[in-house]
């Protein structure tokens, strides 16, 4: 059922149940405020009558008018004295008698074949106690009141139907902007990246809806967009590898080729091989990241002897550049991590930092602990070197997938973009980010932040920002330098 029609017949029940209430309300209250007038007319002609009855005790008691209900009787039940409208038969019961002896009571009864009201009330006349029974119809009264129920059932559901033909008018109207903001959003295609909902100037939740909207079209519009540019890099990066590696199967193929020339060729194609896995391992990494999937399996380690591992291996590859590896932190720091991921992280950052920096230059590895917003603590991992730093327009898309500081340098050279995107991804599976800056004297500094809770201090009091070693009383640090260049 249509929201405009349900919002109609909820406001149409809603209107008739008021009315009945109202209605029933207001019918008792006119009941009540006629028969408080009639009693009033009543009183005075009892009070008239018991003064007369009063004023002349040896006489015959007078009842009034003929053409008024009026009655004396005993309090046994005896009939003194009745008028003709009141007919021969006492008018009250033992048990209404009873009531009256002890003060003034007023009910309906039938006098006569006429509906009538009735008042009783103790009079006094020679010393000895009467009960006089006064009145009079309720025709007039009655036909007030049924004026007014059928007013009431006459003029209560073409009421109710025009509340909720209002009711529907005043939805149709309010859901107006809901329906074109559905429209427009219907037609809005995944082609159509530019496209936003038309939002109403009014500051109402209608407007704030279609405010949401638009934010959540511009984030569905900006992962789409984020989606197709990673298909078609990923795409891109691929290609280059299988060509290659193509070629070098046809030239392989060539008859005529030597044995040298066949390992050469069988080597090249291996090389993009293994190219082309770790690619298709980076990308799952990130798609794996991206889903939410877990891909770390973490288990306590040492994480300086982490750091000197990726250490040793980075200097190896940075002999030929001639940069150096220096490892700055604490001797003892445990954390609970994935020790292929947490190096596959270190070593990217690694080969970042020693592909820019220059030549007899020193790149430095160094870890942690600092404090964390809401008190806690984290371990972070930087690598710094003193190279040209990033550009400022590369900052804020340094973690991006397929960003490359120098867009100049070839793909075998400056990678495929993914190492930042893996280093974050990294991260934030361990509770912790990436932050990438520039030093102030120089050169790119890449910091890597782990939860709290995932280190793991072995000795000494676990408040303190670093490791121990075992029995000692204070942290330990060390400076290690690697340099495997010519002297």
């Given amino acids: ?11 149409a029940v809603g209107t008739a149940l008021v009315i009945t209430v109202a209605g029933l309300g207001f019918l008792l209250q ?35 008018q003929a053409d008024q209900i009026t009655q004396v009787l005993t309090p046994a039940g005896q009939l003194l004295a009745s008028s003709a409208a009141a007919g021969p038969a006492p008018l009250l019961d033992p048990a209404q008698r009873m009531q009256a002896l002890a003060g003034e009571i007023s009910f309906i009864d039938i006098v006569a074949g006429d509906r009538s009201r009735l008042l009783a009330t103790p009079a006094t006349a020679g010393g000895r106690r009467l009960l006089v029974v006064v009145g009079t119809g309720t025709d007039v009264s009655d036909a007030a009141v049924d004026r007014v129920r059928s007013a009431l059932l006459l003029g209560g559901p073409p009421a109710v139907l025009l509340a909720g033909f209002g009711a529907w008018l005043l939805a149709g109207a309010a859901l107006r902007p809901v329906e074109r903001m559905r429209r427009e959003a219907a037609a809005i295609s995944e082609h159509d990246s530019g496209t936003w909902l038309a939002v109403p100037d009014t500051r109402d939740e209608i407007a704030a809806l279609g405010a949401t909207m638009n934010a959540l079209l511009a984030r569905l519009q900006g992962a789409l967009a984020r989606e197709r540019g ?37 080597g090249h194609a291996g090389e993009e091989t293994d190219r082309l896995i770790r690619l298709a391992e980076d990308l799952l990494l990130l798609a794996r990241a991206d889903n939410g999937q877990p891909f770390l399996r973490p288990a306590p380690l040492s994480l300086p002897d982490l750091l000197a591992a990726a250490a040793r291996g980075a200097a190896a ?19 609970r991590a994935d020790a292929d991921r947490l190096r596959q992280a270190v070593d990217n950052l690694l080969d970042n930092a020693i592909r820019y920096a220059p030549s007899g230059g020193v790149v430095e590895l160094s870890a942690s602990t600092r404090a964390a917003p809401g008190g806690s603590s984290m371990v972070r991992i930087e ?17 991006e997938r397929f960003q490359r500081a120098d867009a100049a340098r070839s793909r075998d050279d400056g990678g495929a973009g993914l190492g930042l995107a893996i280093v974050r991804a990294v991260a934030i599976a361990h509770g912790g980010d990436a932050i990438a800056a520039n030093r102030p004297g120089g ?22 920002p670093h490791g121990h070693h075992r029995g000692a009383g204070k942290p330990q640090r060390t400076a290690t330098r690697w340099n495997q260049g010519p002297a």
Avoid: K, W, Y
Wanted: proline content about 9%; charged content about 25%; hydrophobic content about 45%.
């Fill in 383 to 399: 690598v710094a070197d003193r190279g040209p730093g990033f550009s400022p327009h590369f900052l804020p898309h340094a973690f």
């Fill in 317 to 335: 590859r940075a002999a030929p550049r001639q940069v150096g590896v220096e490892v700055h932190g604490p001797t003892e720091l445990h954390v």
């Fill in 443 to 464: 050169g790119a500094v890449v910091m890597v932040d782990l939860a709290a809770d995932t280190a793991e201090p072995l000795d000494g009091d676990p408040n303190q």
């Fill in 230 to 266: 990673f298909v078609a890099d990923a795409g891109h990066e691929l290609r280059t590898p299988l060509a290659i590696l193509r070629t070098e199967l046809d030239l392989a193929a060539r008859p005529g080729r030597s044995r040298e020339d066949l390992i050469e060729a069988i």
């Fill in 30 to 64: 006119l009941r009540v405020s006629v028969d408080a007038s009639l009693d009033t007319g009543l009183r005075s002609r009892a009070a008239s009558v018991a003064r007369e009855l009063a004023s002349e005790p040896a006489a015959a008691p007078q009842v009034g």
């Fill in 1 to 11: 059922m249509p929201l405009r029609l349900r919002l109609a017949l909820l406001f």
